[in-house]
Protein backbone atom coordinates (compact mmCIF):
# COMPACT_ATOMS: atom_id res chain seq x y z
CA UNK A 1 0.00 0.00 0.00
CA UNK A 2 1.55 3.22 -0.79
CA UNK A 3 1.23 6.03 2.07
CA UNK A 4 0.36 9.14 0.95
CA UNK A 5 0.27 10.49 4.42
CA UNK A 6 3.95 12.05 5.81
CA UNK A 7 2.45 12.05 9.18
CA UNK A 8 2.81 9.10 12.01
CA UNK A 9 0.18 5.92 10.81
CA UNK A 10 -1.06 3.37 12.77
CA UNK A 11 -2.77 0.14 11.44
CA UNK A 12 -5.45 -0.35 13.25
CA UNK A 13 -7.37 1.86 16.12
CA UNK A 14 -6.42 0.40 19.29
CA UNK A 15 -2.46 0.82 18.31
CA UNK A 16 -3.36 4.41 17.73
CA UNK A 17 -5.50 4.52 20.79
CA UNK A 18 -2.76 3.38 22.40
CA UNK A 19 0.16 5.67 20.87
CA UNK A 20 -2.21 8.29 22.10
CA UNK A 21 -2.33 7.51 25.87
CA UNK A 22 1.09 7.35 25.96
CA UNK A 23 1.51 11.03 23.93
CA UNK A 24 -1.29 11.82 26.22
CA UNK A 25 0.85 10.69 29.77
CA UNK A 26 4.25 11.72 28.40
CA UNK A 27 3.03 15.30 27.02
CA UNK A 28 -0.35 16.06 28.04
CA UNK A 29 -3.07 17.09 26.41
CA UNK A 30 -5.54 14.89 24.30
CA UNK A 31 -4.49 13.40 21.00
CA UNK A 32 -7.82 11.62 19.31
CA UNK A 33 -7.15 8.72 17.02
CA UNK A 34 -9.17 8.99 13.19
CA UNK A 35 -9.28 7.13 9.76
CA UNK A 36 -7.77 8.64 7.12
CA UNK A 37 -9.29 9.50 3.90
CA UNK A 38 -6.31 9.73 1.70
CA UNK A 39 -3.89 6.40 3.41
CA UNK A 40 -6.66 4.17 4.91
CA UNK A 41 -4.60 4.13 8.05
CA UNK A 42 -4.85 6.05 11.34
CA UNK A 43 -3.68 9.38 12.75
CA UNK A 44 -3.57 11.05 16.02
CA UNK A 45 -5.11 14.52 16.08
CA UNK A 46 -5.34 16.78 18.91
CA UNK A 47 -7.66 19.09 17.34
CA UNK A 48 -11.26 18.58 19.25
CA UNK A 49 -14.07 17.45 16.41
CA UNK A 50 -15.75 20.80 16.69
CA UNK A 51 -12.34 22.14 14.78
CA UNK A 52 -13.08 19.56 12.10
CA UNK A 53 -16.53 20.90 11.50
CA UNK A 54 -15.77 24.52 11.14
CA UNK A 55 -12.67 23.39 8.43
CA UNK A 56 -15.72 21.75 6.75
CA UNK A 57 -18.08 24.84 6.89
CA UNK A 58 -14.49 26.62 5.95
CA UNK A 59 -14.75 24.33 2.67
CA UNK A 60 -17.89 24.59 1.64
CA UNK A 61 -18.05 28.64 2.01
CA UNK A 62 -15.33 28.30 -0.43
CA UNK A 63 -16.70 25.55 -2.62
CA UNK A 64 -19.62 28.64 -2.94
CA UNK A 65 -17.59 31.61 -3.74
CA UNK A 66 -15.98 29.60 -6.50
CA UNK A 67 -19.26 28.77 -8.26
CA UNK A 68 -20.27 32.27 -8.13
CA UNK A 69 -17.32 33.21 -10.03
CA UNK A 70 -17.93 30.34 -12.47
CA UNK A 71 -21.47 31.87 -12.97
CA UNK A 72 -20.16 35.70 -12.89
CA UNK A 73 -17.76 34.44 -16.02
CA UNK A 74 -20.37 32.59 -17.65
CA UNK A 75 -22.41 35.75 -17.92
CA UNK A 76 -19.80 37.53 -18.96
CA UNK A 77 -19.09 35.31 -21.79
CA UNK A 78 -22.80 35.06 -22.66
CA UNK A 79 -22.66 38.92 -22.96
CA UNK A 80 -19.41 38.76 -24.72
CA UNK A 81 -21.53 36.76 -27.17
CA UNK A 82 -24.31 39.03 -27.93
CA UNK A 83 -22.04 42.23 -28.41
ZN1 LIG B 1 -3.29 9.53 6.12
Given amino acids: MINACKKVTYTTRAEAKKAAQAVASRFGGKRTPYACHECGLWH ?11 KKKQWRRAVKADSANINRTAAAEKEGDCA
Avoid: N, V, W
Fill in 44 to 54: LTSQRPGDFRE
